[in-house]
């Protein structure tokens, strides 16, 4: 039985959560219940989608190797982009937290990548990663009379290019590493400090254990961003995922199956496994993370 | 003007946390109350109540002749200065303090008239155009009461409004709002846990204990005749010494026995009618500090006297609080003397047993 | 002794910073630098260092380029068609190849790049495009999730703390799961090919700003409310004349965040968006991009068209900005 103000409360609530409820109903649950319907059609929009059963999820297994292809390429991606942008992040903080000269001056510098439109980044990278006038090869020519690689052209080095592309976009991550080494008690350190410890043990009992909370913000937004890496290879390539689909990640895939081949239910297909692929992810970092995130207070 | 009633008043908190008993209790028109009591008493949440911020579980609100458990606060014609002050940041001193005749929609010239006069009661008309921020704790306080006294309510409502202050402002906030009370002759409801604030201020006051109102009555009833041990021990400073033991009567004398045997104390005739039902029986003794003296002044009573070791001397100016210890029982005595007691050494006091108080040890109510 | 050993140190650190730095600022002068020159210069002959400051031809007051022949500057009178040049050295008319004569050079800068994207994109309809997108979506998001952020911060009812954790979950949902059943829906309301389904959504509050808003909210003393309340304020009165006034710092970082994120957004426009008179900056970026494959100077000059407003934005707000990405990650 609620009390009056508890009813007026309960109203009041909902009247003001209303504008999140209706397009949580409209554009988020109602589209999640179809996405699933549909990952068991076939739907080009256009006509009305026809019960495939499981076709979808057996030709992705089964019968489509560029799915695998794609899966392979973002998983690539992942595991050297995340740990290499997690690690220069928190390299260039702990460089950048320290009383020098100039640093708010270096920390808008290593950030203003991160807010480039993604499109214009992308078009610059071409250009900067053009094999033939491009600013790397010809100053790997100029310095060390090195050829350089075709980059993004070539099939050995275009995912390399895209995850030293990412590195650039390490920012976000770094203002957040910031604000987490900023949070560690300075005590700490003269604690450590008079217990003996020099420069790395102050790093490895004293930075990282406390930052081990910030890392895992960072490492769960990354893994999920990872996985959805769409836009740079999608301007770099034209859509196409080249060359010989050595650029052909998950979402781009998923995003040609939707857009170009107009299979949309294939694609649904494909998202709910994107979705489970994250959801395993992070769930595995986060019950990992209990064993290495410690929590101030605990 | 209004006089304000609670009739079973009870409030029960979503968890089951009963915060107010049974409360009963008629502020009179133009009547100063005080709520007092330690954290967690009650107090608070009865006057939040009162103004409609919190929910009513069972029982009636009047304010005059209205019973107001459904009316919302804005129309409740109340006022009310919070402990942190609760001023919009965002405002001017000026908007602050007209913003509730602003949504009310008072006419222009009849805004800026209360908002000044308000401001020269308060001494604040220099500030009217600043921000909260600029300025000083004292100020803010100044600022939140010229914001109720604006609203000409029925009823003021305090909640703690001198708690975040020092000690020195304290004091003379106090004051001033005892005088805002006589000026303005309105009824005013007041929460404190500070006692002193409690004495010195209210005409009446209301102690509160686990949400059960202990006791009504003006500060000196309060204070000479406190219903039990809790009003007893809570209200004056130091607190009442509390020595537990029993009574014995034989031969037509009673005696107070401590219980480790270490005191005997005879009450005086006058008394004994009222201990009659309790002799035998485990009581405690109060007495307040002022009511031990020095051995061998006049008011000493007859085969009532203790010896005590002294912990610490405090001396006061005026008077001395001494703290001693009484074979394992914490007491402390103020006493005028010219000659400041040694620490460490036994000490011989007085107690004047004609203002002793006894508590049935059980219920803890007052025998006398 | 020590105090020498922490000079070093610290030149060592600035050092090491100042390099990562340069390597981090690079690509944008390249681009700078690209979106300034002449077509001719933009591809430097192979083993030539390439040229970081933009330059132009020196000519004469009749107009005439010089070059340099043999060492000496002479003036360029003009070609054959076979690349026989006539040369104006020391008075006397001499003739040269190509490939015998270099233009002589001055620092300065070519504008055509910029005036040609400009003419090639419909810049300014691409433009009025996305600032009309972005004002739309930020007020909606600053209006909706303030006004969802105020029930989960300061309306006590119950399931409230459940329903937001919903909130949050929806946050870790990603956009593919729902992509094309929306893109479905909003082909059945006719939306696709028009800015409402870039819009519309964020006129019903975005879960990420719901959350940022609501910290931010919940960090209001409890009884400014209670004040307001018995000053005569309604619940919208609270929200709209206690609370939001409070909170100008986080509907500040709002605004910021998501005008950015608008202005550089892709893979809505490229979904919904299908006449190039709808097109945003970023789409027409990119649709000039796979259309000119290579001309490198416009292409520049766009992208630094498209940079420049974010960089400058972010000078003027970097306090709202920092403390922004603060507040999400720590509190997250």
Sequence with gaps: MMTRMEKRNLAMGLLFASPWVLGFLVFTLYPL????????????????????????????????????????NTLYFTLFSVPLCLASGLGIAMLLNQKLPGQSVFRTLFFLPSIVPIVASAVLWLWVLNPESGLVNSLLMQWFGIQGPGWIASPEWSKPSLILMSVWGIGGAMVIFLAGLADVPPTLYEVAELD????????????????????????????ISSFQYFTQVYVMTGGKGTPVDTTMFYALYLYRNSFYYLRMGYAS?????????????????????????????? | MARVEIKNLNKVFPGGIQAVKNANLVVEDKEFVVLVGPSGCGKSTTLRMIAGLEEVSSGDIHIGDTLVNDVPPKNRDIAMVFQNYALYPHMTVYKNMAFGLILRKYPKKEIDRRVR???????????????????SGGQRQRVAVGRAIVRQPKVFLFDEPLSNLDAKLRVQMRTEISKLHHRLQSTMIYVTHDQVEAMTMGDRIVVMLDGVIQQVAPPLQLYHHPVNKFVAGFIGSPPMNMVEGRLAGENGTVHFIDKNDAVCLTVPPERHAALKGHLGKKVTLGIRPEHLRESGTPQGAEGASIKALIEVVEPMGFEINLYLNLGGQS?????????????????????????????????????? | MANSRKTVKTALKLGILGLLSIAFVLPFVWMLSTSFKHESRIF?????????????????????????????????????????????????????????????????????????AFEMMDFWQNLR???????????????????VAYSFARIPWRGRDAVFVLVLATMMLPYQVTLIPLFALYSKLGWVGSFK????????????????????????????????????????????????????????????????????????????????????????????????????????????????????????????????????????
Excluded at chain 1, 48 to 62: K, Q
Excluded at chain 1, 270 to 297: D, P
């Design chain 2, 331 to 368: 007491i402390t005595a103020r006493i005028n003397t010219s000659v400041e007691p040694t620490v460490n050494t036994q000490h011989v006091l007085d107690v004047d047993m004609h203002c002793a108080h006894f508590f049935d040890m059980e219920t803890e109510n007052t025998i006398v």
């Design chain 1, 196 to 223: 003996g410890a020099g420069a790395w043990a102050k790093f490895r009992h004293v930075t990282l254990p406390m930052l081990t909370p910030t890392i895992l913000f960072n490492l769960v937004m990354g893994l």
């Design chain 1, 269 to 298: 297909a494909m998202a709910w496994m994107l979705f489970m692929v994250i959801l395993a992810a992070t769930v595995g970092v986060l019950v990992s993370s209990r064993k290495w995130v410690f929590y101030h207070g605990e």
């Design chain 2, 117 to 135: 006069e308000a401001a020269e009661i308060l001494g604040i008309t220099a500030l009217l155009d600043r921000r909260p921020k600029a300025l």
């Design chain 3, 44 to 116: 430097p002959p192979p083993g030539q260092p390439p040229q970081w400051i933009p330059t132009t031809d020196v000519r004469d007051d009749q107009g005439r380029t010089l070059v340099k022949f043999d060492g000496k500057s002479a003036v360029d009178l003009g070609a054959e068609e076979t690349g026989r040049h006539h040369l104006l050295l020391d008075g006397k008319q001499v003739e040269a190849w190509d490939h015998e004569i270099e233009p002589l050079q001055q620092v300065g800068l070519h504008w055509e790049n910029y005036s040609k």
């Design chain 3, 197 to 332: 389904p870039l819009i519309v959504p964020y006129w019903l509050g975005v879960p990420f700003y719901i959350f940022l808003l609501r910290q931010f909210f919940k960090t209001v003393p409890e009884d400014l409310s209670a004040a307001a309340r018995i000053d005569g304020c309604s619940e919208f009165g609270i929200y709209a004349r206690i609370i939001l006034p409070l909170a100008k710092p986080a509907l500040a970082t709002t605004a910021l965040f998501m005008f950015l994120f608008q202005w550089g957004d892709f893979l809505n426009p490229l979904i919904y968006l299908q006449d190039d008179r709808q097109y945003t900056l970023a789409i027409a970026l990119q649709q000039f991009q796979s259309q000119h494959v290579s001309a490198w100077g416009p292409l520049m000059a766009m992208s630094t068209v498209i940079t420049l407003p974010i960089i400058v934005l972010f000078f003027f707000t970097q306090r709202t900005f920092i403390q922004g990405i603060t507040m999400s990650g720590l509190k997250g």
């Design chain 1, 33 to 72: 219940i179809m996405s699933i319907y549909y990952s068991f059609t076939s739907f080009n929009v256009v006509q009305p989608a026809v019960w495939v059963g499981l076709d979808n999820y057996r030709e992705l297994f089964f019968k489509d190797p560029v799915f695998w292809t794609a899966l392979y």
């Design chain 3, 129 to 147: 495009n996305t600032l009309f997108i972005c004002f739309c979506t930020v007020l909606g998001t600053l209006v909706s999730s303030s006004v």
